[in-house]
């Protein structure tokens, strides 16, 4: 018997104002898209954000419906529009943030596991890491170099 030792490595940023002018005005890009979450049963809003190689940042907000708790989290809804709009585009940063109708949320908050895997085939598919950035209302900023790092024993095409 063998054993498998995992690490990652996750940089942890003060606030928002800590970041680079770029990463924060990502995060702000997803901040400002929060308003755009279709979330009446969870009162949890989720938006993301990518920025893609050709400069372009697009945003998605998380879609929720009466047969809850199936909806379309913020990163399937941003990535499906990127695959729609730019489908030869790779996304190089996605910053991901919340909002709760019910507490204040201080701290980051990272993709589902549906999401994480979406993600990672995004990365597998333009072979390129997507950088993560995550935060939530206020406080602390985390920021991951792949997706790999949230999600390191992926399914993987065989």
């Known amino acids: 018997m063998t054993e498998l030792d995992i690490n990652i490595k996750v940089r942890v940023f003060e606030n928002i104002k800590a970041l680079t002018p770029a990463d924060a005005a990502l995060m702000q890009a997803a901040k400002v898209a929060l308003i755009n979450s279709y979330s009446p049963y969870s009162q949890f809003k989720v938006a993301a954000a990518v920025l893609l190689e050709n400069g372009e940042i697009l945003t998605g907000t998380n879609q929720e419906n009466a047969s809850y708790p199936v909806g379309i989290c913020a990163e399937g809804t941003v ?3 990127v695959s729609a709009l730019y489908p030869n585009v790779a996304v190089k940063k996605m910053a991901v943030t919340v909002k709760s109708g019910r507490s204040l ?3 980051p908050v990272a993709p589902c596991g549906i999401c994480r895997q979406r993600i990672y085939e995004y990365e597998m598919r333009f072979n390129a890491d997507i950088e ?3 935060m939530g209302e206020e406080g602390e900023v985390y920021r991951v ?4 790092d949230l999600l390191p024993l992926a399914f993987f095409k065989m």
């Open 105 to 107: 949320v201080s701290k």
């Open 145 to 148: 170099k792949s997706i790999k």
């Open 132 to 134: 993560i950035i995550m």
């Open 79 to 81: 990535l499906s529009a």
